[in-house]
């Protein structure tokens, strides 16, 4: 049986959109407009002063900086974000027109929020509008960069505001929250209240903040080290491993494949976070944080309340709390916790692999909640649990054929693949020596910066020389990267 590596990358963004925007990690962001941006946002801009005006001329720049990231070169993304940009403050608009919602006075305190129907009928609209702009680029598997995050951004902003949030009236700020360039291609996928500070600042700060520029900029070459230096050679090895596929390798192997996809998978998606908030920092902006060391979680719990952090608040406070949560019994939970793994699996993607993969994790989580998660979190052997539940994970979410996913976990499990038998099968340790020998350091720092510890020592110890000259050092090391093999593109764009 031949194995081929799937271009899924590729065919889900489309030919249209290959190579048209200035990925993060692309010499010319890093060489030309980056530092462009910069001159015109920091000393340009100092020219007119600290008051509204300095405001409105950072927040235009920006502005313009973000639609010529997604623009440039494909004139249809650009078209659908701004058009998605201004129905979204439009209906914000419109949903603020009608009364706030109110709680009645002579009511009991738990009696619910009364909302008004011109509301609600309003709120309808921007959803259907915003999901069936989403759905439609999902099932035609050509989906403009950034579309997945933007379209949960604008539906969170017109949720804040049905709540009760007053609607901003500048579609200047509007627009730049929902196209915000750092987050716009994978995320983190933020609330107007935690960027509202910032977006409706009134003046701007004088001088030059250059200590928070120092620690955007270190956060930033951390992010861009992982994703440069780790992630692609974590790649090359889940490369060599799927070449051979199940009939050619050992379980030993396949397991060493499967984590280094998952490291490969996490440094990603990791490192464009932590560039994405590095930039904003250096910009004046704080995004939330999308990831806290969820490899050294103990259950499948704590790693889904770790992993992706945004994402999941986005599914908890949007679907899992309205549909009742935990609150109303345990059937309420189950049928809660399925809708929001179901539409978890959707927004990765549409296919067998991710509905299968969103109802293993309900499965797990559903058992952790009911019985012994509790107990793992206390445990070491929690991490024993991760470490098998963590590759099988990825490999259901990895691996889109159906066939070669069953083989693929089969050989994990040490169970004969297709027509063999336990006579005929690989010996476990099958071009394990010619894989490790290239690799096994890979993984020992993957290993070592996926604890907690590397982050707490950063932040003590950022403004020591000798971070300063490591960080140096990883910049040049990771651009030297990139002008040899070029910048590989996040593998979260494709969701």
């Known amino acids: 049986m031949t194995y081929t590596i799937p271009d899924t990358l590729a065919s889900d963004i489309g030919d249209g959109l290959r190579g048209v925007v200035l990925l993060l990690t692309d010499l010319n962001f890093l060489v030309r407009f980056l530092p462009v941006l910069i001159l015109l946002y920091y000393p340009i801009g100092s020219l007119f002063g600290k008051g509204r005006w300095a405001v409105v001329y950072r927040q235009i720049l920006l502005l313009i900086g973000s639609f010529l990231i997604v623009g440039l070169g494909d004139l249809l993304s650009l078209l659908i974000l701004c058009g998605f940009c201004l129905v979204n403050y439009l209906i914000g608009l419109w949903i603020d027109h009608y009364p706030k919602p109110y709680r009645p006075m002579y009511a009991a305190p738990v009696s619910p929020i009364v909302y008004s129907s011109g509301r609600k009928a309003v709120l309808l609209i921007g959803l259907l509008i915003d999901l069936s702009l989403l759905l439609v680029f999902k099932f035609r598997k050509h989906l403009p960069l950034g579309i997945s995050y933007y379209v949960f951004t604008g539906i969170s902003y017109l949720a804040d505001v049905y709540r009760g949030k007053n609607a901003d009236r500048s579609p200047l700020r509007v627009f730049l929250y929902l196209s915000f360039f750092p987050k716009f291609l994978q995320g983190p996928i933020t609330r107007y209240s935690e960027m509202e500070r910032e977006l409706c600042a009134s003046t701007v700060e004088q001088p030059i903040p250059y200590e928070r520029i120092e620690h955007g900029l270190g956060v930033f070459i951390l992010g861009l080290s992982f994703q440069t230096l780790l992630a692609s050679r974590l790649g090359n090895l889940w490369h060599t491993v799927w070449t051979y596929g199940p009939y050619g390798i050992g379980t030993v192997t396949a397991w060493w494949g499967a984590w280094g996809y998952s490291m490969q998978l996490y440094y990603d998606f990791l490192g464009y976070t932590m560039m994405a908030l590095g930039l904003a920092e250096i910009l004046g902006f704080t995004l939330p944080d999308n990831f806290d060391a969820p490899y050294a979680s103990r259950t499948m719990t704590s790693f889904w309340r770790r992993w992706h952090i945004t994402l999941g608040k986005w599914f908890r406070d949007y679907i899992y709390i309205p549909l009742g949560g935990s609150r109303h019994g345990t059937f309420r939970m189950i049928l809660a916790l399925c809708l929001t793994w179901a539409a978890t699996a959707v927004w990765h993607g549409i296919g067998w692999n991710f509905l299968i993969w969103g109802g293993f994790l309900f499965i797990i989580l559903l058992i952790e909640k009911l019985t012994f998660g509790k107990a793992l979190e206390k445990s070491f052997f929690g991490h024993i649990y991760m470490f098998i539940l963590i590759p099988v994970m990825w490999m259901i979410f990895r691996i889109a054929d159906l066939k070669q996913l069953l083989d693929y976990l089969a050989r994990m499990f040490y169970l004969p ?75 979260y764009l494709e969701f």
Do not use: C, D
């Open 417 to 491: 693949v297709g027509s063999e038998t336990f006579a005929t099968m690989p010996p476990p340790l099958n071009i394990m020596s010619s894989l490790i020998g290239p690799t096994w350091w890979v993984m020992l720092l993957s290993v070592f910066f996926a604890t907690p510890y590397p982050k707490q020592w950063f932040e003590r110890f950022h403004r020591s020389w000798i971070v300063r000259l490591l960080l140096l050092a990883l910049f040049i090391l990771s651009i030297r990267q990139i002008s040899l093999n070029g910048s590989n593109p996040f593998m």
